[in-house]
T-cell receptor, first 111, second 111 residues
């Protein structure tokens, strides 16, 4: 089993739709979580950190569920420019540090 | 504020050769991590450096080695290159376990 798992998609959604991605992690020692956006042949760019209390940044909402060991990303009112691959990352910062990324979920927003 | 910069942008090597990739961290960042990203996959954690010492490592063989310098810049060295080493190599810097910010990457092709 992979340490961080994501549905690779693609998710094809119309403009204006709401779409949600989940990401599960297996290492209960993971302490910090992030969502990154990666455009084709570009580097990942930090989208947002994920907190247990949930956090929102404009049209984007991230949630962490430690009991079930998953994080989620909700995108409301999808724009064409949201088309990209969304990567979740788990950081185990205790002792010997390690960061694990999922394989990414591809989103295609359709006009 | 200067972002993360990597060099070279592209590199072509042959099997058995050695390569050195370079990374300058974002100003104010003291931690550097290196990742390998194959096509269609998420970034795979190679190792992390803090205060010039490796303090985290993923599942990569010893022929992948690195350095961090007093100015927090870093090098990734790969010996005895194999065809499977062809990938995008990403460097990310952060302040401690704060969110990482990535450079544009070095695209390495092994012939």
């Amino acid at each position: 089993r992979k340490e961080v798992e994501q549905d690779p998609g693609p998710f094809n959604v119309p403009e204006g739709a709401t779409v949600a991605f989940n990401c599960t992690y297996s290492n209960s020692a993971s302490q910090s979580f992030f969502w990154y956006r990666q455009d084709c042949r570009k580097e990942p760019k930090l989208l947002m950190s994920v907190y247990s209390s949930g956090n929102e940044d404009g049209r984007f909402t991230a949630q962490l569920n430690r009991a079930s060991q998953y994080i989620s990303l909700l995108i409301r009112d999808s724009k064409l420019s949201d088309s990209a691959t969304y990567l979740c990352a788990a950081w185990n910062s205790g002792g010997y540090q390690k960061v694990t990324f999922g394989t990414g979920t591809k989103l295609q927003v359709i006009p | 504020e200067t972002g993360v910069t990597q060099s070279p942008t592209h590199l072509i090597k042959t099997r058995g050769q050695q390569v050195t990739l370079r990374c300058s961290s974002q100003s104010g960042h003291n931690t550097v991590s290196w990742y390998q990203q194959a096509l269609g996959q998420g970034p795979q954690f190679i190792f992390q450096y803090y205060r010039e010492e490796e303090n985290g490592r993923g599942n990569f063989p010893p022929r992948f080695s690195g350095l961090q310098f007093p100015n927090y810049s870093s090098e990734l060295n790969v010996n005895a290159l194999e065809l499977d080493d062809s990938a995008l190599y990403l460097c990310a810097s952060s302040l401690g376990n704060q969110p990482q910010h990535f450079g544009d990457g070095t695209r390495l092709s092994i012939l």
